[in-house]
């Protein structure tokens, strides 16, 4: 397997793994029924982030027993008054990028009081190839207009149609944090659907419940939660994946490590600094020998 094509599913990972799921408010949906059918359960209010929140993740590849880690993505938030402006640029370091030179791009304009997408912009850098998609939602009518093609000048403009309540990949990870996720049970299944790639994905997610005194590379030890989000399978995962997200079991519900077989191995991705984050990172254990360590060399 050649370097290039590993590089080039780890970039994609790297940003969609943190992404895949979208978990419903408990309370306010009863089982089996459908996520997106408009009404209150659009609505999403921010009590987890803030202005100037900045998260950075490494990401670790094992290809035939070897761990190598190859890029970083920086996922930061910023108030513009009436929306949040989300972002999550990432890319290899620069000693592979003789080999496979990834600059990815992800943004997303977001409305303040719901969090739903308004604009987002995709700018892919991959090697030799290269992809511009702007998403523009339009709520009322159940559109979404995307300017893509290989280069922004280039772009050509197609409309779709889609669910009112619907969000892109990125705006999607951020109101996911806004769960409480005392009010779930271990084993509940949610309906999740996103819009990428001209089209809108039902997917589902499964949580798997509480996880304490987990150790996250380089960062210690935390009490967790575990989601296994379904995934779009194909060129990134295999038919059988099983996605694994831990996240802080506090209040700033922050992605502490992902992890996942892919097509031709296994990837983790670790949250290798945070800062900006709105409440003490409470989940955080000290001194207590963890149960069970999560590192790139397990």
Not at 2 to 19: C, D, E, Q
Not at 278 to 297: N, Q
Request: charged share 30%; net charge positive; with cysteine.
């Amino acid at each position: 397997m050649h370097l290039s094509r590993l590089m080039k599913i780890g970039a994609a990972f790297l940003v969609l793994s943190l992404m895949a799921f979208r978990v419903p408010q408990p309370e306010r949906i009863p089982d089996h029924l459908p996520l997106y059918t408009g009404g209150d359960q659009c609505d999403m209010d921010n009590q987890v982030f803030r202005h100037g929140e900045e998260m950075v993740y490494k990401v670790f590849y094992n290809w035939n027993f070897i761990w190598m880690s190859a890029g970083e993505v920086v996922f930061k938030v910023e108030d513009l008054g009436d929306r949040y402006h989300f972002s999550a640029h990432g890319g290899t370091y620069k000693g592979y990028d003789a080999f496979f030179k990834v600059r990815d791009k992800y943004d997303v304009y977001v409305d303040k009081t719901t969090l739903l997408p308004i604009t987002s912009i995709r700018e892919v850098n991959e090697g030799k190839y290269s992809l511009y998609d702007k998403l523009t939602f339009d709520r009322e009518n159940g559109k979404v207009k995307s300017l893509r093609g290989k280069t922004k000048e280039v772009a050509e403009l197609v409309e779709y149609d889609t669910d009112s309540c619907i969000h892109d990949i990125l705006s999607m990870v951020y109101c996911a944090r806004n769960l409480s996720f005392d009010q779930m049970r271990a084993g509940q299944d949610f309906p999740i659907k996103i819009f990428i790639d001209k089209k809108t994905w039902p997917l589902k997610v499964n949580y798997k419940g509480k996880f304490p005194n987990k150790k996250i590379r380089g960062l210690g030890h935390f009490n967790t939660v575990a989601l296994n989000p379904e995934v779009i399978k194909g060129y990134i995962f295999k038919e059988s994946s099983n996605l694994t997200i831990w996240a802080s079991d506090d209040k700033n519900r922050l992605p502490l490590m992902i992890e996942s077989p892919i097509s031709i191995g296994s990837v983790k991705v670790i949250l290798k600094s945070y800062r900006g984050v709105r409440y003490p990172v409470s989940s955080k254990v000290k001194d207590k020998k963890a149960d069970e360590e999560i590192s790139p060399e397990d």
